[in-house]
């Protein structure tokens, strides 16, 4: 046989063999030829697809999710402490993203996104100054989508998951990284 056909071959049975052992049929250790001849996959559940910027978002989105309850630290950088503009931009450099480092200068990255157009992953800006709230970014977190986001409190001495319609801080915007 041409190596040709045997590589071919050799590929066929690689992927009855995935086939088969991701249906479970190889690991029930009776395998019978009506078993094999008679395999309906027209009824095998596809896994739900994802585009790669889908893909990346959720991972951003979980990776951040891992840092809950880290401590604020004023000018943190790392998962010993974070600050707000300092968590967001070690949760997107993780998948090679880098942002400016302040809330502020970090509002020149991106895309800008209307309120009613937020995406998972979206950076949220706000002026969260107990000063008189006169428009100016000193805050920054990460939408998760259903109304959630998460970011660095300073206020509540962690990182954490609050809903947007209940934060007190004015909303300037959103910017769009991915």
Do not use: W
Not at 25 to 51: F, G, K, Q, W, Y
Not at 89 to 97: A, E, L, S, T
Not at 127 to 146: E, F, K, P, Q, T
């Amino acid at each position: 046989m041409s190596g040709r056909y045997s590589k071919l071959l050799t590929g066929c049975i690689f992927v009855l063999l995935l086939f088969f052992t991701s249906t479970d049929i190889m690991a029930s250790n009776s395998l019978t030829e009506d078993m094999i001849t008679n395999i309906d996959i027209r009824n095998t559940p596809i896994s739900e697809s994802m585009d790669y910027e889908s893909y990346v978002i959720r991972m951003v989105v979980d990776y951040a999710k891992e840092f809950v309850g880290v401590r604020y630290v004023y000018g943190g950088t790392s998962p010993k402490g974070f600050d707000c503009s300092g968590f967001i931009g070690y949760v997107y450099k993780n998948f090679g993203i880098e942002l400016s480092r302040s809330a502020q200068s970090m509002y020149s990255n991106g895309k800008k996104v209307s309120r009613d157009a937020l995406k998972a992953g979206d950076i949220l800006f706000f002026d969260a100054s107990s000063r008189n709230r006169a428009g100016a970014i000193d805050h920054v977190g990460i939408y998760l989508g259903g109304d959630n986001f998460i970011h660095a409190s300073s206020s509540k001495g962690s990182v954490r998951i609050q809903k947007l319609s209940q934060y007190k801080a004015l909303y300037i915007g959103a910017k769009r990284v991915i």
